[in-house]
């Protein structure tokens, strides 16, 4: 067994031992260098036209009929519940575009999809808007958009 000085060799001589040791990955911003891929002008200018095309864009796996995966199937639950205006929403399926798949989470720089905005700006994914929802944050926010069924249809 090797005792604690045994280790001391192994620090590095140029730093005193009474200064803080700052972690490197508060030095370097490590998702930034994970995601290299930078997307590409035509994705970008897809995916803007894409979130301009209606107050609320949702990015999903498949379709608000028929979601391909649980996180997609209760972010169209929780727009439902909220009482999300049919027309005034839009969703496309990441699933038939590798390259809208990959783009949007460099777009929003958010590493999951479903992926939901609001007046071109983004929401979240599936976790935020179930907190959102949970917590009533989201109810004020759609109000405020303006994005709700009207209570006289």
């Known amino acids: 067994?090797?005792?604690?000085?045994?280790?001391?060799?192994f620090r590095?001589?140029?730093r005193p031992t009474s200064m803080p040791v700052r972690p490197i990955a508060s030095a370097i911003p490590?998702?930034?260098l994970l995601h290299a891929r930078?997307?590409?002008s035509e994705t970008k200018a897809a995916i803007d036209k894409a979130v301009s095309s209606a107050p609320v864009v949702l990015f999903m796996k498949g379709t608000p009929e028929t979601p391909q995966c649980g996180f997609s199937r209760a972010s169209i639950q929780i727009l439902g519940l909220q009482g999300v205006d049919p027309k005034k929403f839009v969703a496309f399926n990441v699933l038939e575009d590798a390259e809208l798949r990959q783009g949007v989470k460099e777009y929003s720089d958010?590493?999951?999809?479903p992926q939901l905005y609001l007046d071109k700006e983004f929401v979240g994914?599936?976790?935020i808007l179930m907190s959102?929802?949970?917590n009533g944050e989201l109810a004020k926010l759609l109000e405020a958009k303006n994005v709700l069924v009207a209570a006289d249809q």
């Open 125 to 127: 994914g599936c976790d």
């Open 30 to 32: 490590l998702p930034s």
């Open 12 to 14: 590095p001589l140029s």
């Open 38 to 40: 930078f997307l590409s």
């Open 110 to 113: 958010w590493p999951t999809i």
């Open 1 to 9: 067994m090797l005792s604690r000085t045994a280790f001391a060799a």
């Open 132 to 134: 959102m929802h949970q």
